[in-house]
């Protein structure tokens, strides 16, 4: 897509982040990449309410262009496509159950199957650091080494992927993920899969879909 394409697409996922239950308010962020640059939402502005002209333009070095200032996690995207040549978007989060999670600062170990969807066997929760800050964008790159998602302790969640569309799909999975696990442990301990057991989960999501790595589920 062209950058007016990307604009539009990157403005409705920020409204569909609203939508499907992700984030409320100015909460959150979402961007795509750009040549070598990436285009993000902007700081302080309701998700539900944004426009293709609104989306901010950022190279490499953090530079931005225009009248409104990026989202104050720009570095977290800029350092995940600098890091992951594969990922072409990236979504962050303050979903309720992700944030009941995070603030517990727990993994999500092998519950359920679908764990799998974020790259491994276990989703991680990265270390606490103070928003907006480099620290923060190299904890969240530590947590999703081999991932495509994490949680950030007393944050969120940061999905990437492949593509907006995908990528938005991977944080609503593991939204419910979170509730799903959160709502499993007020019953008692929840039984794991062992690494034999989620091995052959990963490998059947190889194979699994229309397109590949993108689509996981049954």
Known sequence: MNETELRSALAAT????VSQGLNKGASGNVSVRLGEGFLITPSGLPNDTLQPDQMVVVDMAGRSSGSLKPSSEWRIHRDIYHARPEVDAVVHAHSLHAVSLACLRRDIPAFHYMVA?????????ADY????????SDAVL?????RRA???????????????????SLAVEVEELCAQYWRATLMGEPVLLNDSEMDEVLESFKHYGQRGDDQHGA
């Open 14 to 17: 920020a409204r569909q982040t």
């Open 117 to 125: 969807a974020a790259g491994g066997k276990d989703i991680r929760c």
């Open 129 to 136: 650091v103070t928003f907006g800050t480099q620290a923060l």
């Open 142 to 146: 530590v947590a999703l080494q081999d």
């Open 150 to 168: 994490c949680l950030m302790a007393n944050h969120g969640l940061v999905a990437v992927g492949a593509s907006l569309d995908a990528t938005l």
